[in-house]
């Protein structure tokens, strides 16, 4: 049994791959920032211990898991090397790992969050499955048929792995901090798609992605009747969405899906057809569909009466569309108040025409301070200059959180990829505090 300490445990991935192996019998623990992050529940749940980082942590029996936010100069890993302790970066050991098992990755600029929570609760169902979520969610399972992990483009780490298939949601430029242009990001793509062995599954209604190339089947799906997969006969409703899928033509089977938007119908198509090509029968599909609750901060609803609070990680413009689009589906009678935190000084800058355009789909919007990243170059840009780009925007400071209050019974919708959470707690807070007085 392998002693593993993770430098930076508290990271989304690393989080999920410390409960793999966990589960799976090995001896874990890590380090991190004291600062609080929802990552660290189902750590402590797991009684995994988190220790403050100090070269200290480090002893002869481990091997180091770095996540991969953090240099070869920090004390841990400066440690560990001094004392021949074997080093092993996050993705690296990811990539070796998944071998054991039929592995499938899920990528795209967005949506892989939410298909990886998906497409692993489904395959659970059928056969045993492991899996590693980007919301900080992982299960290791003995003799597990099947590995499902979420894979980042970011730095193109993706391309540390060689998985048997790939769902591919969509490509958008992104991380402009990284990558130089669209271009840059669709040769990262390209080149990831030339690692997968088996079959890739792609949104083919993403024209981005009818630029894709590699030596393997690519199975497109989407609402086009020319893809290989298509989703026909929608119906919409506060509960979710019902449609009957089509394979080259041929009706299928008519599924129902407790998620609103058509996001959500693609994120489920891409899940069906590589259940499909797999063998597995489509009422086993529906059965997951049935009984997935979802993924930590993907439109996680809290309603206390009729005001409605929404937390969202959606941090670019498209995300902040279609979660918008979400609302409007699922609370059609309700104003929808959009509360955005801009993720990274690089990204708010490249793209913040389109940040207002799609914030703007809300009936009121508020922005809060930037939550900035280490690695960029913040450059001059300022809140205030999110504010002025997005017509009838406020700047929202964290001590006026609970003066939201005042538009009422309507959808509160918080979303990016920061500290926004604090900013909704604060207005849970208040609501609760008046539910408790009614």
């Known amino acids: 049994m392998t002693r593993f300490h993770f430098v930076g445990i508290k990271g989304s991935g690393m989080s999920s791959l410390a409960q793999i192996l966990h589960d799976a019998g090995h001896r874990v623990q890590g380090s991190d ?27 002869e029996d481990m091997t180091v898991i770095a996540g991969n936010a953090f240099p070869d100069e920090h004390e841990e890993i400066v440690r560990a090397e001094e004392m021949g302790v074997p080093v092993i970066r996050y993705h690296h050991f990811l990539g070796d790992y998944m071998k054991a098992a ?12 939410s298909t990886t929570g998906l497409l692993s609760h489904v395959l659970s169902g059928a056969k045993p499955t492991s899996f590693l979520i980007g919301d900080g969610t992982g299960k290791g399972v003995k003799d597990a048929s099947y590995f ?11 391309l540390s792995y060689h998985p048997d298939y790939t769902i591919v949601t969509n490509v958008d430029f992104d991380h402009p ?35 894709l190339h590699a030596n393997v089947p690519i199975v497109y799906y ?37 998620s609103a938007g058509d996001h959500a119908i693609l994120n489920a198509l891409g899940v069906i057809a590589l259940c499909q090509y797999e063998e597995i029968e489509a009422s086993i599909i529906q059965d997951g569909f049935d009984t997935f609750s979802g993924v930590k901060r993907r439109f996680s609803v809290t309603s206390y009466g009729e005001h409605i609070v929404v937390d969202d990680y959606a941090h670019h413009p498209t995300e902040i569309r279609v979660t918008i689009e979400s609302a409007r589906q699922k609370f059609p009678d309700k104003r929808v108040v959009a509360i955005f935190q801009p993720h990274t000084f690089t990204r708010t800058a490249a793209l913040l025409d389109e940040f207002a355009t799609s914030l703007e789909r809300a009936d009121d919007v508020y ?61 849970k807070s208040t609501l609760q505090k008046r539910t408790n007085l009614c």
């Open 367 to 427: 922005i809060c301070d930037i939550f900035g990243s280490a690695r960029e170059d913040r450059g001059t840009l300022t809140v205030h200059d999110v504010v002025d780009a997005v017509e009838g925007a406020h700047y929202l400071p964290f001590e006026a959180s609970n003066e939201l209050v005042k538009h009422g019974e309507a959808v509160y919708l918080f979303m990016g990829a920061g500290d926004i959470p604090r900013y909704a707690n604060e207005l």
């Open 148 to 158: 499902v992990f979420e894979a980042c483009e970011y730095k193109r780490h993706f």
């Open 222 to 258: 989407g609402f086009d009747p020319m893809n290989d997969f298509y989703a026909k006969n929608i119906e919409k409703t506060e509960e979710g969405s019902s449609f009957d899928v089509f394979i080259r033509n041929e009706f299928y089977h008519r599924f129902t899906i407790r």
């Open 177 to 211: 901090d990284y990558f130089e242009d669209l271009d840059d990001v669709l040769d990262a793509f390209n080149e990831m798609a030339g690692q997968v062995s088996k079959g890739i599954i792609a949104c083919g209604d993403d024209e981005n992605l009818q630029r």
């Open 102 to 113: 039929t592995s499938i990755s899920v990528t795209g600029t967005h949506g892989k969050t």
């Open 33 to 59: 920032v004291e600062k609080y992050f929802f990552t660290e529940e189902p750590l402590r749940e797991r009684n995994i211990p988190i220790a403050p980082f100090q070269a200290e942590n480090i002893e």
